[in-house]
């Protein structure tokens, strides 16, 4: 099984820009595709982004898209997530996960493994 850590999480102000990254180890992340998801106080956690096995396929949520890249580099183990123009309706706990299914699904039902979460906190 994969191993997945999140960092670069932290307080930020609105219009700002965060990178998160998702490192992985155990079994190497090419085998999986990577979703990003968040969850807020009191809400449940939703889908970001996400990018196949191969990084040729990327899907984002509307309220991220053109503001959000999610990237991969197989060869680190790691993915990312980079975030611009951030809103303070962005503020939840990032979470990473990966999908033995290889593709960029925005159901988190269909992710296999999960981090810990990184806190992201927008002020305005």
């Known amino acids: 099984q994969v191993q997945l850590v999140e960092s670069g999480g932290g307080l930020v102000q609105a219009g700002g820009s965060r990178r998160l990254s998702c490192q992985a180890s155990g079994r190497a992340l090419g085998l999986y595709a990577v979703g990003w998801f968040r969850q807020a106080l009191g809400k449940e956690r939703e889908f970001v982004a996400a990018?196949?096995?191969?990084?040729?396929?990327?899907y984002y949520a509307d309220s991220v898209k053109g503001r959000f890249t999610i990237s991969r580099e197989n060869a680190e183990n790691t993915a990312y997530l980079q975030m611009d123009s951030l809103r303070p309706e962005d503020t939840a706990v990032y979470y990473c996960a990966a999908s033995a299914a290889g593709t960029d699904s925005p159901d988190l039902n269909d992710y296999d493994y999960w981090g810990q979460g990184t806190q992201v906190t927008v002020s305005s």
């Open positions: 990018i196949s096995w191969g990084g040729g396929h990327t």
